[in-house]
């Protein structure tokens, strides 16, 4: 394999580690420094489309993941539930038999929010764009989610400005202001202790959306780096094999 320049070399080792795991480095490393030791060639720009795809193959995933229906209300992991602040509402009204208005609620929250991920893929492929040999060293010294934490760093205000406006669409689309508002009441009618504390649904909404969605993309990204399977393409497969 022929490569013109050091630093062209110097960023294809580091990104394969990133997205191949340190066990198969040597063996790439090998294959990159004596062009006779695979079965084939690969040049300089196969090598880093395939970096480039295996980035996308990841937070392509994870949108589509969470972006449908139930991806966040049927995933046990990142489902939204009711912040703190609410739960004695939330279990006064189950206790009554009012658990009707704690269902709608919670579905609400979750609907919202998988529609608000499918903002995610163009921001994300941004920042594989603009990704620069110093942030790959941040990410070759990190742990096995430092490419996740990478991301949030250069997208997640980005994320929330595009996340929070949708959320606040749907929950109004739904009625989940109202449907707030008579849990609300409906709770204070029945308790002796006085009117729930106020939440900021939007703003809680919109967090937990964003942290869903970084959960999942740190599983994707182990994925990539420690199973072979998950290199789904013949790309990823020609530049990734061990």
Known sequence: MMFKNPAGLLLTAVLILVFSGCA????????????????????????????????????????????????????RLIRIAFPDQME??????????????????????????????????????????????????????????????????????ELRERFHPIVERKMEQIGLSRLYGQAADAYNSISFTGAPELVDLDEYVTGRALDGLFTVLAQEEQKIRNDPAARTTELLRKVFED
């Open 24 to 75: 198969t480095l040597q063996e790439s490393m090998g294959d990159i420094m004596d062009p006779g030791s695979g079965d084939g060639e690969l040049d300089e720009s196969i090598v880093i489309a395939g970096i480039r795809e295996a980035l996308r193959v990841g937070t392509r995933n994870t949108v589509i993941s969470t972006s449908q229906v139930d991806g966040y209300l049927g995933n």
């Open 88 to 157: 004695p509402m939330v279990s006064t009204l189950r206790t009554v038999g009012l658990g009707s208005y704690v269902s709608d609620l919670e579905v609400g929250m979750n609907r919202a929010a998988e529609l608000a991920a499918a903002e995610a893929r163009d921001i994300f492929w941004n920042a594989i764009r603009e990704m620069t040999v110093a942030d790959a060293f941040g990410i070759l010294n990190g742990d096995d989610t430092a490419a996740t934490s990478y991301f949030r760093a250069q997208t997640g205000a």
